[in-house]
């Protein structure tokens, strides 16, 4: 599989992170606050088993998605159904974005995995993503009360 004659490959990136809240204030803003932590704009709604939703950055970038997993307090997974980055062409469908809730005490860490694929010249860049996401979504909790 190729995009504008650069290879592309299967990665998996996970993060993690540790907040105040309990598992089940963070699932439910998982379900409910994605607009407020996801970098693109969202379009849609993403708080249901086989929902569907799209996000987008302008013109150039656009991704649609289906909730496929969610396990109260535990679990959510999106599954990319169609995407595309004009830019280069490059189309990552089939990729899953998971978010695992672990109790930790009184707090909930939270694992955010990306597991598909990449641009090989932008592994480095998937990390950096993933890192964004991750802050922002702890930024909003954190910011709750």
């Known amino acids: 599989m190729k995009s504008q004659n650069n290879e592309v ?9 540790e907040v105040s809240k309990s598992r089940q204030k963070v699932f439910d803003h998982l379900l ?4 407020k932590f996801w970098p693109e704009k969202l379009e849609g709604r993403c708080s249901n088993l086989d929902d569907e939703f799209v996000f987008r950055s302008g013109d150039s970038h656009y991704s649609k998605s289906k909730v496929v997993e969610l396990i109260p307090d535990k679990k959510v997974v999106w599954l990319v159904t169609e995407s595309i980055r004009k830019t280069d062409n490059f189309d990552w469908t089939g990729t899953k974005m998971i978010f695992e809730l672990t109790a930790k005490g009184n707090d909930t860490e939270i694992k955010f995995t990306y597991d598909g694929i990449v ?12 890192d964004l996401v991750i802050n922002n979504l702890h ?6 009360v």
Do not use: M
């Open 9 to 17: 490959t299967h990665a998996t990136q996970s993060v993690s992170i």
């Open 32 to 35: 409910h606050d994605v607009a």
């Open 119 to 130: 641009l090989k010249h932008e592994i480095n860049r998937l990390g950096q993503v993933c």
């Open 139 to 144: 930024n909003l909790l954190e910011n709750q």
